[in-house]
């Protein structure tokens, strides 16, 4: 495939937000959402350097000119590291993030010591390919808002969502104001990714996690990840849904300093 070039992914464009010390980790967002999805990681940042940035079309982030591809969004990741003067770095995505993450990881080894895959797939079923072409419309002719209430019911269980946890209510607050452009924009990259010839070229130790009680595609996929990635591991997530990491922070935060920390 070719590789999209645009002038709103360069590394100029994107504000990096540092915090704490020791070796830098970078933390890749989902779809919709912001580099504020990491707060829950905070505590992290007395063992590693928390490095956030807001994706194309989310957060502080301009709407891309055009579209672009996860290729596209790896290369912004790795002029980002070069123009912050960054070496090697951890690298944890989930869902969106985490086929950036993985495209990173493939193209740019050199770069990558540790790697943390969270609820994502090297490509989406088809069922789910159509699904991508879906919300993307939606988004454009309705935005996102109209979508809410049916992605918290993906992204949490239902007793996080009784509850209104903290998670539930940063996801829904930010999803209602992602920019309907920026969201269809991501979703047709989504839509178009195969990453699964990348997976053996994948060097670093990787973990990957995903909440037991994700859909069955995401099931299927960590499993799939954590057989073809040769350095590999995987782990549940009990009771949780596809935003594991925000359903159970405490755990999250568990796995991710006990791997990154070895």
């Known amino acids: 495939m070719t590789t ?62 055009g579209p672009y591809g996860i290729a596209d969004l790896s290369a912004q990741l790795a002029e980002i590291l070069t123009a912050n003067r960054i070496g090697r770095a951890h690298v944890a995505g989930i869902s969106l993030g985490g086929l950036i993450a993985q495209q990173f990881a493939a193209s740019r080894p050199e770069l990558v010591d540790r790697l943390v895959l969270i609820d994502t797939t090297p490509r989406y079923t088809d069922e789910l390919r159509a699904m991508w072409v879906e919300r993307a419309a939606t988004a454009r002719t309705k935005g996102v808002a109209a979508m809410v209430d049916g992605l918290l019911k993906i ?30 924009l991501a979703c047709e990259a989504l839509k178009a990714a195969d990453l699964r010839p990348l997976a053996a070229r994948i060097v670093a130790p990787t973990l990957v996690v995903c909440g037991d009680d994700d859909i069955p595609s995401f099931l299927d996929a960590a499993r799939w990840l954590a057989s073809n990635i040769p350095s590999a591991e995987l782990t549940w997530i009990a009771g949780a849904r596809h935003a594991s990491v925000l359903e159970k922070p405490e755990e999250a935060r568990r796995l991710m300093r006990e791997f990154l920390l070895r």
Do not use: M, Q
Request: charge should be negative.
């Open 4 to 65: 999209l070039k645009h002038a709103s992914l360069d590394a100029s464009a994107i504000t990096l937000h540092r915090d704490g010390r020791g070796p830098p980790l970078v933390l890749l967002h989902c779809l919709g959402v912001d580099h504020r999805f990491w707060d829950f990681a905070g505590d992290l940042a007395s063992d590693v350097t928390l490095l956030r940035y807001d994706l194309p079309g989310h957060g502080a982030s301009a709407v891309a000119a």
């Open 155 to 184: 992204w949490f269980s239902d007793g996080a969502l009784a509850c209104n946890e903290a998670g539930v209510r940063y996801v829904r607050e930010t999803l209602a104001h992602s920019p309907g452009e920026g969201y269809a």
